[in-house]
């Protein structure tokens, strides 16, 4: 198929994207310009290099004429050279903030395909107009920030290990609309992005083929002395930006901290005090060693998670735990005399005020075993702190490996 006619697009992937790799390159499939373009650009640097490309199409069911967009959609790819599925919003939607749930809902079910099938990156299709219409959209109040280049997926937990790759932050939409037209491609208009009830739609209107702004530099990743795994210590120098992830990451939570009481942590935090905080919930414990990061126990507790043998799921947020029998996955806290006696003192290594977030199993018997603490035992549990905050703060910055 020859090589794109945006050279900066094969050197985004070259960057980004792990040499020699086979497994699948998830790309969102709308049937829309940006994402056509986006899905013949990644097949053409894709095939020559052995890596499959799986198209994915999500159907929000919000319009009448949905059913038959999303299996355009699908034989489009098809044809094009991908394998193809489609993804389904299925539930009662919001009478209000439509936008943003439809975002989140087409955010996880993407993420969570990509991972199934083996990708660790997930394509998608914004340009330099989708920059410069969510700065107007901010301009009019709305909380959307500026899509990122290379990200980890915003669905948590779906999207824990999935990577979000933007390769054409660079390029304006009607370039890519006419490179199309000049391979007699057409595409799907989608009416709601002309609807003036939405802020996107009012956005686009009001960019109308005006040049957007200069993309901002992406931040570069500050060197960090992180320590631990289920509760984070970092410096007291740390960026507003790494005290907002650890918090997020501690807390196993799916919303970072912003605002007011974040300015207010960081500045408490750089004035050197001795404290204790609690923020989107984490507890924060700040010494002369510097602040430990952890998930505050909240007034209604931590959830109960039932596992099946053989299950795998994620508990709270903060761990994959894996069961080879039924048991039920809850908080420490009140089960600790439980334990058996080589657990209970593995669990003094803890800091004392994070022990009781700690999981443990319970079994059909009403046995205890914590599979952080256990050398051998049925559950097996994956700490997803430390590498999710990692993945948050830069650090991580090329396609992992499998």
């Known amino acids: 198929m020859g090589e794109p006619d945006f050279p900066s697009f094969a050197a985004v992937l070259e960057?980004?994207?792990?040499?020699?790799?086979?497994?699948?390159?998830?790309?969102?499939?709308?049937?829309?310009?940006?994402?056509?373009?986006?899905?013949?650009?990644?097949?053409?640097?894709?095939?020559?290099?052995?890596?499959?490309?799986?198209?994915?199409?999500?159907?929000?069911?919000?319009?009448?004429?949905s059913n038959?967009?999303?299996?355009?959609?699908?034989?489009?790819a098809r044809a094009l050279g991908a394998d193809a599925?489609?993804?389904?919003?299925?539930?009662?939607?919001p009478s209000t903030g439509l936008p943003a749930a439809a975002r989140a809902a087409r955010h996880a079910l993407l993420a969570e395909a990509a991972r199934a099938a083996g990708a660790r990156v997930l394509l998608l299709g914004h340009t330099a107009d989708d920059l410069a219409e969510a700065a107007l959209m901010r301009a009019e109040g709305s909380t959307v920030s500026d899509p990122r280049d290379w990200a980890p997926s915003p669905a948590w937990p779906q999207g824990r290990g999935v990577?979000?790759?933007?390769?054409?932050?660079?390029?304006?939409?009607?370039?890519?609309?006419?490179?199309?037209?000049?391979r007699g491609e057409t595409w799907l208009e989608d009416p709601a992005n002309s609807d003036p009830r939405y802020a996107r739609?009012?956005?686009?209107?009001?960019?109308?083929?005006?040049?957007?702004?200069?993309?901002?530099?992406?931040?570069?990743?500050?060197?960090?002395?992180?320590?631990?795994?289920?509760a984070l210590r970092l410096p007291r120098d740390a960026s507003a930006a790494q005290v907002a992830a650890a918090c997020l990451c501690a807390a196993g939570s799916s919303v970072p901290p912003r605002g007011d009481r974040l300015a207010r942590l960081v500045e408490r935090l750089r004035g050197g005090e001795a404290f204790v905080a609690t923020l989107a919930g984490a507890r924060i414990v700040a010494d002369a060693a510097g602040a430990l990061f952890g998930r505050e126990a909240g007034r209604e507790g931590l959830p109960d998670l039932v596992l099946a043998a053989g299950e795998t799921a994620v508990w709270d947020g903060r761990y994959a735990v894996t069961a080879t029998q039924?048991?039920?996955?809850?908080?420490?806290?009140?089960?600790?005399?439980?334990?058996?006696?080589?657990?209970?003192?593995?669990?003094?290594?803890?800091?004392?005020?994070?022990?009781?977030?700690?999981?443990?199993?319970?079994?059909?018997?009403g046995q205890a075993s914590s599979p952080v603490l256990a050398r051998d035992s049925a559950v097996r549990a994956r700490v997803l702190i430390r590498e999710r905050f990692e993945a948050a703060c830069g650090f991580i910055d090329q396609e992992p490996a499998t």
Do not use: C, Y
Request: charged residues 20%.
């Open 85 to 93: 599925r489609a993804l389904h919003w299925i539930g009662d939607k």
């Open 326 to 365: 039924l048991v039920t996955i809850r908080a420490l806290g009140g089960l600790a005399a439980r334990l058996p006696a080589e657990e209970r003192l593995a669990l003094k290594n803890f800091p004392a005020a994070f022990r009781p977030m700690l999981p443990v199993a319970v079994d059909a018997a």
């Open 163 to 182: 990577f979000v790759l933007r390769p054409l932050l660079g390029v304006r939409r009607q370039a890519l609309r006419a490179w199309l037209a000049a």
């Open 68 to 76: 038959a967009w999303t299996a355009d959609a699908l034989a489009r």
């Open 201 to 230: 739609a009012r956005a686009r209107v009001a960019l109308d083929g005006a040049a957007p702004p200069s993309p901002a530099k992406p931040e570069v990743a500050k060197p960090l002395a992180v320590e631990g795994e289920h």
């Open 15 to 65: 960057r980004r994207l792990r040499p020699g790799a086979i497994t699948p390159l998830a790309v969102g499939f709308s049937g829309g310009s940006d994402s056509l373009a986006l899905l013949r650009l990644t097949l053409d640097w894709a095939t020559p290099r052995g890596r499959p490309v799986l198209a994915l199409t999500v159907d929000h069911g919000l319009n009448p004429a």
